[in-house]
């Protein structure tokens, strides 16, 4: 899979695009014109839409993939995280902070460097080394603290408190949803016709309540949202259940992009607005996915994206129709791809030990 070229160490570059990759200075001055361009010009692209021959035999219906493994910060989080940070940078920001369970702390590094703005990345004192020292790679400060994301995000909002950083937060908030809804203009433009049903990975809920704003906006309030988390980092189908959003005592699933205790409360907005179907499957289910995956579409994926593509390869989506949650017939399916930053073949391999599959 094609990747953007990294930078080595702390000393990253962190101009804008320009002549020669550099961020353009005439007589020692930043030039307006440049730093406009960063802050107007959304630093995602339309990805890919991909029809899966393989998905679609196992679904029993068209299965379109919509690639956001293939952004340029390796998930769907630049949509929202790059609108965001464009915003407060046009307000005068002159450095973020931001909590991460890895994706998100991408795309805020991401934008800090095309936005000309040192960063900080919050994550929990698990994440792999090879995160860290990508993420130090792209010119960020990396933090570790805490188990799980929950307690990076407080370490996040007390720098920012401290040192009057603007907190990036990775999932809720209104520019977050905003910029993902973009996913959904593209869809329309790209299918013309509504798809019989969206697929998507919740974990804090940011992706899901973009993407609802962005069926309202198009017209498409009536297609239905199937849901995917694993158990262990299942917050928004206990929330449903609940009626009331739920904080888990611990995050226990492999599947760390996920691990967001809490959801954000406009995940349960999302609930009363558009036909949303919650399901959780198993660790193990969302790492065959990722295998599974690999083998089809030659694409390696993280867990917490299994859980969206084991919607497919597990047998949900059939069962959703079985139980008359779904038409039958569905004539075509979009999954979302959110996402590949957190997963290596090494990491995929364990993981696979881990859960007893071979």
Same mark, same amino acid.
């Given at each position: 899979?094609?990747?953007?070229?990294?930078?080595?160490g702390?000393? +990253?570059?962190?101009? %804008?695009?320009?002549?020669?990759?550099q961020?353009?200075?005439?007589?020692?001055?930043?030039?307006?014109?440049?730093?406009?361009?960063?802050?107007?010009?959304?630093?995602h692209?339309?990805?890919?839409?991909?029809?899966?021959?393989?998905l679609?035999?196992?679904?029993?219906a068209?299965?379109?993939?919509?690639c956001?493994?293939v952004?340029?910060?390796?998930?769907?989080?630049?949509?929202?995280?790059?609108?965001?940070?464009?915003?407060?940078?046009?307000k005068?920001?002159?450095?973020?902070?931001?909590?991460?369970?890895?994706?998100a702390?991408?795309?805020?590094?991401?934008?800090?460097?095309?936005?000309?703005?040192?960063?900080?990345? +919050?994550?929990?004192?698990?994440?792999?080394?090879? +995160?860290?020292?990508?993420?130090?790679?792209?010119?960020?400060?990396?933090?570790?603290?805490?188990?799980?994301?929950?307690?990076?995000?407080?370490? $996040?909002?007390?720098?920012?408190?401290?040192?009057?950083?603007?907190?990036v937060?990775?999932f809720?908030?209104?520019?977050?949803?905003?910029?993902?809804?973009?996913?959904?203009?593209?869809?329309?433009?790209?299918?013309g016709a509504?798809?019989?049903?969206?697929?998507?990975?919740?974990?804090?809920?940011?992706? %899901?309540?973009?993407?609802?704003?962005?069926?309202?906006?198009?017209?498409?309030?009536?297609?239905?949202?199937?849901?995917?988390?694993?158990?262990?980092?299942?917050?928004?189908?206990a $929330?449903?259940?609940?009626?009331r959003?739920?904080? %888990?005592?611990?995050?226990?699933?492999?599947?760390?992009?996920?691990? $967001?205790k809490?959801?954000?409360?406009?995940?349960?907005?999302?609930?009363?607005?558009?036909?949303?179907?919650?399901?959780?499957?198993?660790?193990?289910?969302a790492?065959?996915?990722?295998?599974?995956? %690999?083998?089809?579409?030659?694409?390696?994926?993280?867990?917490?994206?299994?859980?969206?593509?084991?919607a497919?390869?597990?047998?949900?989506?059939g069962?959703?129709?079985?139980?008359?949650?779904?038409?039958?017939?569905?004539?075509?399916?979009?999954?979302?791809?959110c996402?590949?930053?957190?997963?290596?073949?090494?990491?995929?391999?364990?993981?696979? $030990?881990?859960?007893?599959?071979?």
């Amino acid at each position: 899979m094609a990747r953007r070229p990294r930078g080595r160490g702390r000393s +990253v570059n962190r101009g %804008l695009p320009g002549a020669g990759g550099q961020l353009a200075i005439r007589s020692g001055r930043i030039t307006v014109v440049a730093m406009e361009g960063a802050q107007s010009e959304p630093f995602h692209t339309v990805s890919p839409l991909l029809r899966s021959w393989a998905l679609s035999q196992v679904a029993g219906a068209t299965v379109f993939l919509k690639c956001e493994n293939v952004q340029p910060s390796g998930s769907f989080k630049i949509r929202g995280i790059g609108r965001f940070c464009q915003e407060m940078a046009r307000k005068g920001c002159r450095h973020l902070v931001c909590s991460s369970g890895g994706n998100a702390g991408f795309a805020a590094a991401y934008s800090a460097q095309r936005l000309g703005l040192p960063a900080t990345i +919050v994550l929990p004192e698990a994440t792999s080394q090879q +995160v860290v020292r990508r993420l130090q790679g792209e010119g960020a400060e990396v933090q570790l603290a805490g188990k799980v994301w929950d307690d990076a995000n407080l370490q $996040a909002h007390a720098l920012a408190q401290r040192d009057g950083w603007v907190n990036v937060p990775p999932f809720d908030h209104p520019l977050i949803w905003e910029g993902h809804a973009s996913l959904v203009h593209e869809l329309k433009a790209a299918l013309g016709a509504p798809p019989g049903a969206v697929v998507l990975a919740v974990g804090g809920g940011g992706l %899901l309540a973009g993407v609802a704003a962005g069926l309202v906006e198009v017209g498409w309030q009536s297609v239905p949202i199937v849901a995917m988390e694993t158990r262990g980092a299942h917050s928004f189908h206990a $929330a449903l259940e609940a009626g009331r959003l739920v904080t %888990l005592p611990d995050i226990t699933s492999v599947a760390k992009s996920l691990g $967001a205790k809490t959801v954000t409360a406009q995940a349960l907005e999302c609930a009363r607005q558009c036909r949303i179907l919650s399901q959780v499957v198993e660790d193990a289910e969302a790492v065959n996915a990722v295998q599974r995956f %690999l083998d089809d579409e030659r694409m390696l994926v993280e867990p917490a994206c299994g859980a969206a593509l084991a919607a497919i390869y597990s047998g949900r989506l059939g069962q959703l129709q079985a139980e008359g949650h779904l038409d039958p017939s569905l004539a075509s399916i979009v999954v979302i791809v959110c996402g590949g930053n957190n997963i290596d073949s090494q990491q995929l391999r364990a993981l696979q $030990a881990q859960l007893g599959q071979h």
